[in-house]
């Protein structure tokens, strides 16, 4: 992954076992997939679409989400969503904190919080909903709010506290419901701290207050109200016993979050805030498990108040935290250099073997003959490999400016840099002999890619569309080759002809990107190499013109033999496993089970039987469990083959009845990736039927995307790259002398939809009704004058109306 969008606020991290948690039945969902006629499409056909709603199982939220945008017409028309809201408010008013009556509250919400999601993406054909409705919405939620039952503990009844708090920042009223929310934080103790989906509720406050950054009436609100600021303050430093715990996230969030207020354009506000984080820096000391809260607090002062940590030697206290934290080296026979928070010397050697071997391979198949693109000093790549997932989102932001909502991330830098430091930066997901380092081979490829295919920077990559499936795409092939089986899945769902894969941008989904991709790519290969090399001859010299224009010949030409290769693909008697997987021994036999599905099995005493489940991006629950006649056992293992004798995890209960549920990560979601399972017969069995059950993610993945919220700052002529979802600051210090200052804004990918406006403040950071100069084309081709007379920072404001897009930001002064 060379671009990802960054959350702004932090979400559970998993528990030390950072990979599965063998679960009790009673303690899991009682809905498998699709089960309920739920989907988005049998509500519309319902005789009673709201009693529909009511009675849904969470594992039909998927489709409200992400339903066609035409249903803005029908089910998710105002007067719709206002009949919706109605019900919403009826239930609340009836509400004992009964199981019953809870999931009805969760379904109607998450029911709202899908139409927003779906207008936020038509907007620009649709605009928003009414005042009038996301009002009432907020009178709703204001009810519940202030409910004695809001708090109810139970899985039914706290998924209804995420679903109408996390409505808040869908309808855009934390004003008008903040009075409320914060008073939701006195339930934080050390009780509910032990339900981490609870704390993720309450958490839904500080989402919301970051998906404010720039709206005038939160400012003004807060502004009003300094005594919130005191009041977030006091949650962080008087519950500071949770540091080091599952539910330790929240506090990071109140102080980051009490800090992007730095932004309001009020003096108060910012005088106050920034009191309150130098008194975070001074009770919570840098070297210790208090880490998070000084990095919030540091980060924030860094980014939007930098002239109060002068006496703050940052440089100094970043290198020390990095060599606490990232302690092992070990330079590779090659480019890699290991560097790792815990890495034992044989692990990093491993690694090594495994980069040498990829590297080797990808020589072969990109035909390089050794040779670097011209101006790619990048002669060395740095491997930053955090222990966990909690590791890699708690500190790689911080020392490396990466994000972290993603499985590892390969930051090229400008490869004609002298004294550019290639890196990319990944996580382990298992603490175990294993290397189980994740997508290594993925980002080891992109920097491969970038060295010896792509001349310039990503952002010259970029610039003429048509290579985002090359670059995802080769990455995954690299890794997998013929084993993708999670790619080859997608053929059967919905058929993407070869145009519509060589298009594709990083406004398309997850699936497209990387799955559609590899399949491109591996076609490409296997059955026009010729046409490849020509190609990598157009982006080792930099022409990615031309490339986009043969790349959209060869769609044209071979749509056709696309479709029909896909098609032998679907009806092969099976495909190879991932070559990081040990292969299967010929007594093996290895079943693939889809998400959702139910098999029936029977087996003799100390019989085996294989399967293996692909997980994608955006699941938040999976669990697999047996339950049946006579005695098998349910052992399970992640990017490995399971048996009763290698494995690592298992959930023995006495006879056929066994569960595993795996465990979130600290982004909310499971580890996606290829899981391996096994039953076997202790005794004979009958009639065991083996289930998988599963629920998508509700919380961060059906929000409008997210972005990094933290300032960049610009130099004087140069460009800066920049993904934007919805809202980016960035700024650019101009000395004394100066009269004008000059930005220009345009889109990486002119093939690509999209309308992001420029804002322009000197005095403080911009909102959308608060600027000096605003440029708003109907496109992302943005031009801003703006006179300045004394030195200092000019702040700027990006708004994106799409997800997803990639611009350029140039800046000069005069």
Excluded at 88 to 113: D, P, W
Excluded at 316 to 339: V, Y
Excluded at 636 to 642: C, G, N, P, Q, V
Aim: aromatic share 12%; charged share 20%; hydrophobic share 35%.
């Amino acid at each position: 992954m060379r671009i990802a969008p960054v959350p702004s606020i932090h979400s559970p991290r998993p528990k030390p076992n950072a990979l599965l948690l063998a679960l009790s039945l009673a303690g899991l969902p009682s809905f498998s997939y699709a089960l309920d006629a739920c989907q988005f499409n049998d509500i519309t056909q319902a005789q009673e679409p709201i009693l529909a709603i009511k009675n849904a199982q969470p594992a039909c939220y998927n489709s409200w989400f992400y339903t066609d945008s035409k249903a803005i017409l029908g089910l998710y028309s105002e007067n719709s969503i206002d009949s919706i809201n109605r019900a919403l408010a009826l239930e609340v008013s009836q509400y004992q904190g009964t199981e019953a009556q809870a999931k009805s509250i969760a379904n109607l919400g998450e029911f709202i919080r899908a139409a927003y999601y779906v207008r936020y993406g038509v907007k620009q054909d649709f605009g928003d909903y009414s005042d009038q409705l996301s009002n009432a919405i907020a009178d709703t939620i204001n009810q519940f709010m202030l409910s004695p039952y809001s708090l109810s503990l139970g899985r039914e009844q706290v998924a209804a506290m995420s679903s109408l708090t996390l409505m808040v920042d869908n309808v855009k009223r934390l004003p008008s419901t903040m009075a409320n929310f914060i008073v939701l934080l006195d339930a934080f103790n050390p009780q509910t701290a032990q339900d981490v989906q609870f704390v993720d509720g309450l958490n839904n406050l500080f989402r919301s207050m970051s998906g404010h950054a720039s709206r005038d009436d939160f400012y003004q609100h807060i502004e009003a109200h300094p005594e919130y600021l005191e009041t977030l303050y006091r949650f962080a430093t008087e519950h500071d016993w949770a540091l080091g715990t599952d539910a330790d996230f929240i506090l990071y969030n109140a102080v980051r979050e009490t800090g992007r207020l730095l932004v309001s354009p009020y003096p108060n506000t910012k005088t106050r805030v920034i009191a309150i984080l130098e008194k975070v820096l001074e009770r919570y000391p840098l070297g210790g498990r208090s880490d998070k809260l000084w990095i919030a607090a540091v980060e924030m002062l860094s980014y939007y108040a930098p002239e109060t940590l002068e006496a703050l030697n940052l440089t100094q206290a970043k290198q020390q935290l990095e060599q606490r934290i990232m302690p092992n080296r070990h330079q590779c026979d090659g480019p890699a250099i290991i560097r790792s928070q815990g890495l034992t010397p044989q692990q990093a050697e491993q690694a090594c073997e495994i980069l040498n071997e990829k590297e080797a391979d990808f020589h072969a198949v990109a035909n390089t003959g050794f040779t670097p693109v011209a101006d790619d000093l990048n002669q060395q790549v740095e491997v930053v490999v955090f222990d966990s997932n909690e590791s890699y989102v708690s500190y790689s932001n911080f020392l490396f400016g990466n994000t972290t909502n993603n499985g590892g991330q390969y930051l090229e830098g400008n490869p004609a840099d002298t004294n550019n430091t290639a890196r990319f930066v990944a996580y382990r997901y298992a603490q175990d002999e294993a290397l189980s380092i994740l997508n290594l081979e993925h980002e080891y490829v992109h920097y491969l890619d970038g060295r010896y295919n792509q001349y310039g920077s990503f952002s010259l990559n970029l610039s003429e569309g048509h290579i985002v499936w090359w670059l995802e795409g080769f990455a995954e092939y690299m890794h997998y080759k013929k084993g993708y089986q999670a790619a080859v899945d997608l053929i059967a769902e919905k058929k993407l002809s070869l145009t519509q894969v060589l298009a594709t941008t990083y406004q398309n989904d997850t699936n497209q990107i990387y799955r559609w991709g590899y399949l491109a790519v591996r076609f490409m290969l296997e059955n026009h190499s010729n046409e490849v090399d020509q190609l990598l001859a157009l982006s080792r010299s930099g022409d990615f013109k031309a490339w986009a224009e043969q790349v959209k010949r060869i769609g044209k030409s071979l749509d056709s033999e696309f479709s029909t290769w896909l098609d032998t693909l679907t009806t092969d008697s099976g495909n190879p496993e991932d070559p990081t997987v040990p292969p299967i021994q010929p007594e093996d036999t290895m079943n693939h089970l889809a998400l959702g599905q139910s098999v029936t099995l029977s087996g003799e005493q100390y019989s085996e039987q294989l399967y293996y489940i692909d997980v994608p991006d955006n699941i938040s629950e999976l669990s697999i469990n047996i339950s049946g006649d006579g005695d098998a056992d349910l052992y399970l293992s992640y990017e490995k083959i399971a048996h009763y004798y290698d494995y690592q995890i298992t959930n023995f209960e006495l006879h056929s009845n066994e569960t595993i549920a795996l465990e979130k990560q600290a982004n909310g979601t499971v580890l996606p990736g290829r899981y391996y399972f096994s039953i076997t017969g202790r005794e004979a069995y009958q009639r065991v039927e083996l289930n998988t059950k599963v629920s998508y993610a509700i919380t961060d993945n059906t929000q409008k995307p997210s972005d990094d919220l933290a300032p960049v700052v610009l130099e004087n002529r140069q460009p800066m790259t920049l993904g934007i979802h919805q809202t980016r600051y960035a700024a650019i210090y101009v000395p004394e002398g100066m009269s004008t200052v000059k930005v220009w804004l345009q889109p990486i990918d002119k093939m690509a939809a999209h309308n992001v406006d420029l804002y322009a403040e000197s005095e403080h950071w911009p909102t959308l009704t608060h600027f000096d100069q605003a440029s708003k084309r109907a496109d992302s081709y943005e031009y801003i004058e703006l006179p300045v007379t004394q030195a200092g920072y000019v702040h700027f404001m990006l708004n994106a109306q799409q997800a997803n897009s990639q611009v350029e930001l140039y800046a000069t002064y005069e």
